[in-house]
């Protein structure tokens, strides 16, 4: 299939994944001229694979986001794009990483019907840590790590066979715990994500906010489970992608109970 297409008018959503006969997002924008006189198109992030256009109209400050990732498959390239004037930056972000990570290869389709879904013990010993100046957090052996996928996710860790991983964003902000977690929960209902289950409780001492989300991907329920939380006034927020089954959940659970602050000066 060349193309596939999908949208949700209650949030101004399209998601589009075609494949391309260009080398590179540049040469494809190039050829396709994807700008419009009566819109102002700023580029705030760019790489050889991700092009994120934040798209503003007139003096009433208008404004959408159009992201673009390409990706190469069997001597192919696919891009995906995401595009909405409701949805925020982040959830656009976990929308395409989503939907990146699960395009494979034929070859590593047919690699992955020999995995079965590891729910023993052994899926659930975090023997590596990921550590920063600020934290440290335990992740299974063969898991991988990916820093700065994009301007707003620190790292990305998780294990490709199975779709499944973590993102932690951290950054600093003056608004409470709470304000964020209304404001978070507000996009995420306009975007029309579901909120299945919202509780209280500690991060390594610290009040957090634990989410559970279900968004419909071209008519595929996915769910995320989202940690949300402070430490004086830098915000952390650490999500798990294409939640299936309830050891994804456990395992998830123990990676959080992993989680700890570093003593800084």
């Not at 840590?129 to 990305?156: G, N």
């Not at 991983?165 to 209304?182: C, K």
Request: net charge negative; charged share 25%.
């Amino acid at each position: 299939m060349n193309v596939m297409s999908f949208e949700n008018k209650n949030s101004n959503l399209i998601i589009v994944i075609q494949r391309i006969s260009e080398n590179s997002i540049d040469e494809y924008i190039r050829n396709k001229d994807i700008t419009n006189n009566t819109f102002t198109y700023n580029l705030f992030q760019f790489s050889d694979t991700t092009s994120f256009y934040k798209i503003t109209r007139g003096s009433n400050m208008w404004s959408a986001y159009d992201l673009y990732m390409l990706k190469r498959l069997d001597g192919s390239n696919y891009l995906v794009q995401v595009s909405s004037d409701v949805i925020g930056q982040s959830e656009m972000i976990d929308m395409i990483k989503h939907i990146y990570l699960s395009m494979k290869s034929k070859d590593a389709e047919e690699e992955n019907v020999a995995v079965v879904a590891s729910e023993d013990e052994e899926t659930f010993l975090l023997e590596k840590t990921y550590s920063t100046p600020f934290y440290s957090i335990k992740y299974p052996k063969q898991w991988q790590v990916q820093e700065h996928l994009d301007e707003m996710t620190e790292v990305y860790i998780g294990y490709q066979p199975d779709n499944f991983g973590f993102t932690i964003v951290r950054f600093e902000t003056d608004y409470t715990l709470s304000e964020v977690n209304a404001e978070g929960n507000e996009n995420v209902r306009q975007a029309g994500i579901r909120i299945l289950e919202e509780k209280q409780m500690k991060v390594d001492g610290a009040k957090c906010y634990r989410a559970i989300h279900e968004i419909t991907i071209q008519g595929q329920k996915v769910k995320h489970i989202s940690y949300t939380f402070k430490k004086g006034d830098m915000l952390y927020n650490i999500k798990f992608g294409s939640v299936k089954t309830k050891a994804q959940e456990n395992l998830a659970s123990n990676i959080i109970d992993s989680f700890q602050f570093k003593q800084t000066r």
